[in-house]
């Protein structure tokens, strides 16, 4: 049985928080965002699809992460990633990359952002959680497939070994999960959460119709049950902290690759649009 815990991170030299949407792999555009807006003293969360998993753990240890960690102590700045549909959930849920500046995090981690060193009052304590439903999962494992035949054909090997050498273009545990029991953790008066960040997000935010996703739900027969399932989990979140006294002030997500914002029930909710390569969709939080 799994001994379950709450992942805390402190941080006491953050002066702003900025949360930014899906940069599909484009680990440069946060580098490029840090360097052409004078970020400082800030913690930046990226809110999914962050694109790890793609490449061996290897390739982000040696080459992707050392140049962002360079940037990030050059500007006193911290990056949390959050997973989303395109990130692999066991390298999430590993902590195997866990620096002073850079961290990537399991779901239902709590950031907690203290005023001074002395941590005698939170500024803002943030919830973290990833996971979403790929609507387009069906092209993407059929892909995966080619693949594996053409490495046993010309490597010889079994299909279980096939698929460990292939690039994986699909994770089949990438939807997000109702942990009730690590929100139970949640010390009110020590993690007091006000900004949750997610990937995806509760069904009464934008968008609320499956509306252009009419070609995936035809080639997918259980697509459109699972993408309500991806939002309840989150309507669930939502509920928990609202009905325990937890006094939200804003949720930004990704995922949808478009930008809204809305104010519900006293809370903003902030949808982040993707990289597009022209300017990073941010929200900004003091």
Same mark, same amino acid.
């Given at each position: 049985?799994? %001994?379950?815990?709450?992942?805390?991170?402190?941080?006491?030299?953050?002066? %702003?928080?900025?949360?930014?949407? /899906?940069?599909?792999?484009?680990? &440069?555009?946060?580098? *490029?965002?840090?360097?052409?807006?004078?970020?400082?003293?800030? !913690?930046?969360?990226?809110?999914?699809?962050?694109?790890? +998993?793609?490449?061996?753990?290897?390739?982000?240890?040696?080459?992707?992460? @050392?140049?962002?960690?360079?940037?990030?102590?050059?500007? &006193?700045?911290?990056?949390?990633?959050?997973? +989303?549909?395109?990130?692999?959930?066991?390298?999430?849920?590993? *902590?195997?990359?866990?620096?002073?500046?850079?961290?990537?995090? @399991?779901?239902?981690?709590?950031?907690?952002?203290?005023?001074?060193? %002395?941590?005698?009052?939170?500024?803002?304590?943030? !919830?973290?959680?990833?996971?979403?439903?790929?609507? /387009?999962?069906?092209?993407?494992?059929?892909?995966?497939?080619?693949?594996?035949?053409?490495?046993?054909?010309?490597?010889?090997?079994?299909?279980?070994?096939?698929?460990?050498?292939?690039?994986?273009?699909?994770?089949? %545990?990438?939807? @997000?999960?109702?942990?009730?029991?690590?929100?139970?953790?949640?010390?009110?008066?020590?993690?007091?959460?006000?900004?949750?960040?997610?990937?995806?997000?509760?069904?009464?935010?934008? @968008?609320?119709?499956?509306?252009?996703?009419?070609?995936?739900?035809?080639?997918?027969?259980?697509?459109?049950? /699972?993408?309500?399932?991806?939002?309840?989990?989150?309507?669930?979140?939502?509920?928990?902290?609202?009905?325990?006294?937890?006094? !939200?002030?804003?949720?930004?997500? *990704?995922?949808?690759?478009?930008? &809204?914002?809305?104010?519900?029930?006293?809370?903003?909710?902030?949808?982040?649009?993707?990289?597009? *390569?022209?300017? !990073?969709?941010?929200?900004?939080?003091?």
């Amino acid at each position: 049985m799994e %001994d379950k815990k709450l992942n805390i991170i402190e941080f006491t030299d953050v002066e %702003d928080l900025y949360c930014i949407g /899906d940069i599909h792999g484009k680990f &440069n555009s946060i580098k *490029g965002f840090i360097k052409q807006n004078d970020i400082r003293n800030s !913690l930046i969360i990226v809110c999914g699809d962050c694109g790890i +998993g793609f490449e061996s753990t290897k390739h982000y240890e040696q080459t992707v992460f @050392p140049d962002i960690i360079h940037i990030l102590k050059k500007y &006193n700045d911290k990056l949390i990633f959050i997973r +989303g549909n395109h990130d692999s959930r066991t390298i999430f849920d590993s *902590g195997i990359f866990n620096y002073d500046e850079l961290k990537v995090v @399991p779901d239902y981690t709590v950031v907690n952002i203290y005023y001074n060193e %002395d941590k005698c009052a939170v500024k803002h304590s943030i !919830l973290c959680v990833g996971g979403a439903t790929s609507i /387009d999962r069906t092209y993407r494992l059929s892909l995966e497939r080619q693949q594996v035949l053409k490495k046993m054909a010309f490597s010889l090997c079994s299909e279980e070994e096939a698929y460990r050498k292939i690039k994986r273009l699909y994770w089949d %545990d990438e939807a @997000p999960y109702y942990d009730e029991e690590r929100l139970k953790m949640i010390d009110k008066t020590v993690c007091p959460i006000d900004i949750v960040c997610s990937h995806t997000a509760p069904s009464f935010c934008y @968008p609320q119709t499956k509306e252009g996703l009419d070609y995936w739900l035809t080639q997918d027969k259980n697509l459109s049950e /699972d993408l309500d399932n991806e939002r309840k989990v989150f309507d669930n979140i939502y509920s928990y902290l609202k009905e325990n006294g937890f006094e !939200l002030s804003k949720w930004c997500y *990704g995922h949808f690759h478009k930008h &809204n914002t809305e104010y519900i029930d006293g809370v903003k909710f902030c949808l982040l649009d993707m990289d597009r *390569g022209v300017k !990073l969709d941010t929200e900004c939080i003091n």
